[in-house]
Structure formats: structure tokens, C-alpha cells
């Protein structure tokens, strides 16, 4: 059984940034597609960025310019450097691995918000 692990969410101020992490202890990066997803409350989760086979990299239109996602395979982490936060990134973000079409794992998520 997989288990990711995020951390890194917090309470930011608005041009702020933070780093979220994934601890994805025995997924194999160059067979899989890491992402991070976000959900709003009211709002359906929301692919903000992957990373697939950890060189191709995917974007929402609404982070591109301003978040990075990336990995360190030494360390079977993925992380989120999100800069120039805005009050509309506040939400819950998922870590997700996707191993294939049928097999997909989830984190519990970390809260972050961006408030003055």
C-alpha cells in the first residue's frame, strides 16, 4: 500500500510563497505520473500541475508562471514551489500518484490559505 505524505500548507500572506512537499516512499518516478491537486471549498479539485515519468511537466493556466513542480528521486519526494500566492490559491492540495489507469493514490492533504 501506498502512502503520500504532504506537508508544507500554512497561512501565507498575498505575493508570499510556500513549498509543499510529497513523500511518496516506494512509487518509481520514471513509470509514473505525480500531481498536485487542489480543492476549494464549494469548488471540485482541480489538477494544478504533474509531473509525468519526472520530466514532463504540466500546468493549470491559473499557476503557470508561478508555481514549479518537481522531484528529487534521492529522496522519493515531489514538491510544489508556489510564488506570487493570490487569495484564490487558497484551498486544500492533494498529492497524487497515478501508476497507471487503474492505480491511483492519494494524500490527505494540506491546508493552505492566503490571507492579509
Known amino acids: 500500500q501506498v502512502r503520500l505524505v504532504e506537508s508544507g500548507g500554512g497561512l501565507v500572506q498575498p505575493g508570499g510563497s510556500l513549498r509543499l512537499s510529497c513523500a511518496a516512499p516506494?512509487?518509481?518516478?520514471?513509470?509514473?505520473?505525480m500531481g498536485w491537486y487542489r480543492q476549494a471549498p464549494g469548488k471540485e479539485r482541480e489538477l494544478v500541475a504533474d509531473?509525468?515519468?519526472?520530466?514532463?511537466?504540466k500546468y493549470a493556466d491559473s499557476v503557470k508562471g508561478r508555481f514549479t513542480i518537481s522531484i528529487d528521486r534521492a529522496k522519493n519526494t515531489v514538491y510544489l514551489q508556489m510564488n506570487s500566492l493570490k487569495p484564490e490559491d487558497t484551498a486544500v492540495y492533494y498529492c497524487?500518484?497515478?501508476?497507471?489507469?487503474?492505480?491511483?493514490?492519494w494524500g490527505q492533504g494540506t491546508q493552505v490559505t492566503i490571507s492579509s
Open positions: 509531473i509525468t515519468s519526472g520530466i514532463s511537466t
Open positions: 516506494g512509487i518509481i518516478f520514471s513509470t509514473s505520473t
Open positions: 497524487n500518484a497515478a501508476l497507471n489507469f487503474w492505480t491511483k493514490y
